[in-house]
């Protein structure tokens, strides 16, 4: 059983719009993030958020088109895409850990304990 399940990826046009989901079914986490990965490319943060406080980080390739969002009930967590651009196409992952504290280098993908197995998202010009 998947414990870290993604969802919502797609293809859109630029511009277009997905909401990407992640859905939790059993860890105790309290950070929960987004990376992607395009062809040929490393793996690159987009955006995390602490689960207790609703604390937020951003990369700045996705700040203002980009929201990251959580259930905190069921350590769950959203990521709204607006304004998609060609550049943002790639495999979507979702991870989680279970370090408690907040903290500016939640965006390095060393820090998360577990992944999920990621959603394509295609933006096509």
């Known amino acids: 059983l998947e414990k870290l399940v993604e969802s919502g990826g797609g293809s859109v046009q630029t511009g277009g719009s997905l909401r990407l989901s992640c859905v939790n079914n059993?860890?105790?986490?309290?950070?929960m993030a987004w990376f992607r990965q395009a062809p040929g490319k490393d793996r690159e943060a987009i955006a995390s958020?602490?689960?207790?406080?609703?604390?937020?980080l951003y990369a700045d390739s996705v700040k203002g088109r980009f929201a990251i969002s959580r259930d905190k009930a069921k350590a769950s967590a959203f990521l709204q895409m607006d304004n998609l651009k060609p550049e943002d196409c790639g495999v979507y992952y979702c991870?989680?850990?279970?370090?408690?504290?907040?903290?500016?280098?939640?965006?390095?993908?060393?820090?998360?304990?577990?992944w999920g197995q990621g959603t394509q998202v295609t933006v096509s010009e």
């Open positions: 059993g860890y105790t986490v309290y950070k």
């Open positions: 991870a989680a850990t279970r370090d408690p504290q907040f903290a500016a280098s939640d965006l390095l993908a060393e820090k998360y304990d577990f």
């Open positions: 958020i602490h689960i207790p406080t609703g604390r937020m």
